[in-house]
Nanobody, 121 residues
């Protein structure tokens, strides 16, 4: 069974940075597209970023372009989301996801438990 475990969330001031990590058990992440979604209170889930396995392409929501960077460390079987210049609007629970395929263009069917990110002064 695919299990995704997020870590790295927390409380940060506006303008600060956090790095989220997503580790997997059972399967090798570099074979699959891995993404990040987020959900803020009272709002729908939003796709934030994704990295494919077919060609390493990366995708970002317009709201985070230029501030967030997704990357892989295949040796550690981990995917990261580096978040810089954080804004209060980034406050949400962040979920690591995969569709167990190589492309980011298929909706995810596996979700981690989520990690809370709070941006506040």
């Amino acid at each position: 069974q695919v299990q995704l475990v997020e870590s790295g969330g927390g409380l940060v001031q506006p303008g600060g940075s956090l790095r989220l990590s997503c580790a997997a058990s059972v399967f090798t992440m570099n074979y699959y597209a891995i993404g990040w979604f987020r959900q803020a209170p009272g709002k729908e889930r939003e796709g934030v970023s994704c990295i494919s396995s077919s060609d390493g392409s990366t995708y970002y929501a317009d709201s985070v372009k230029g501030r967030f960077t997704i990357s892989r460390d295949n040796a550690k079987n981990t995917v990261y989301l580096q978040m810089n210049n954080l804004k209060p609007g980034d406050t949400a629970v962040y979920y690591c996801v995969t569709n167990h395929g190589s492309s980011c263009h298929t909706p995810p069917n596996y979700w981690g438990q989520g990690t809370q990110v709070t941006v506040s002064s």
